[in-house]
Structure formats: structure tokens, C-alpha cells
Nanobody, 128 residues
Framework: LVQLVESGGGSVQAGGSLRLTCIASGYSFTTHRMGWFRQAPGEEREGVAAISTGGATTDYTDSVKGRFTISRDNAKNTLYLQMNSLKPEDTAMYYC?????????????????????WGTGTQVTVSS
């Protein structure tokens, strides 16, 4: 059974930091690309950050560049998202996701539809 379990969300004031963690089980973590997505009420799910299988390649949406860092520990089957300088507009439910690429020439790392395994999310609330 594939499981992705997120944790680390919470309520912080603007300018604060949080570190999200996603623990994966039930599949080969090292062969899957990983991503963090977020969804605010009434909005579409948005790709925040993505990372290649070995961690050498990362992608970020423009609004978080320089503030968020995605990383992974393949020995621990764990994905991280370090979030600094948080803003109220970062408030959302955050999800981790995984995909094993079958068509790498069409893959877009921040497109939710390209991922096939999802966690249940962790809430991040940033107050001004």
C-alpha cells in the first residue's frame, strides 16, 4: 500500500518558518520524482517545488523562489520542504506527491496531473 504522510504544518506569523516532512512507504522511493503542491480554498492545486530522484534537480514556482527549499533523504524515504519568510499568501493545504516517470519528454515537474501518488495534506496558515 502506497502511503505519503505529511507533517510539520501549523500556524505562524508572517516572516516565520516551517519545515514540512513527507514520509513515503509502499513503493520504491528512490525511483520516483517528488513534489510539493498547495491548495487554498476555492483555488486550483498549485505546484510549489519538485525534485528529481537523486535530488540534483529542483524546480520552484516563482512566488517561492529564494524562500522555500525542497530536499529529500533517500535513505529515510523522506521528502522535506523548508519554508522561510512565510507570507499570508502561502496559507494553504500542502500536499506531497510522487511519480515514476514513464514519459519523461512530456513531464512538467510542477503540474499536479503528472503525479499519481498523493498524501492527505498538512495545513499551513500564515497570519499578518
Amino acid at each position: 500500500l502506497v502511503q505519503l504522510v505529511e507533517s510539520g504544518g501549523g500556524s505562524v506569523q508572517a516572516g516565520g518558518s516551517l519545515r514540512l516532512t513527507c514520509i513515503a512507504s509502499g513503493y520504491s522511493f528512490t525511483t520516483h520524482r517528488m513534489g510539493w503542491f498547495r491548495q487554498a480554498p476555492g483555488e486550483e492545486r498549485e505546484g510549489v517545488a519538485a525534485i528529481s530522484t537523486g535530488g540534483a534537480t529542483t524546480d520552484y514556482t516563482d512566488s517561492v523562489k529564494g524562500r522555500f527549499t525542497i530536499s529529500r533523504d533517500n535513505a529515510k524515504n523522506t521528502l522535506y520542504l523548508q519554508m522561510n519568510s512565510l507570507k499570508p499568501e502561502d496559507t494553504a493545504m500542502y500536499y506531497c506527491a510522487a511519480v515514476r516517470l514513464s514519459q519523461p519528454w512530456t513531464f512538467q515537474p510542477l503540474r499536479a496531473a503528472d503525479y499519481n501518488y498523493w498524501g492527505t495534506g498538512t495545513q499551513v496558515t500564515v497570519s499578518s
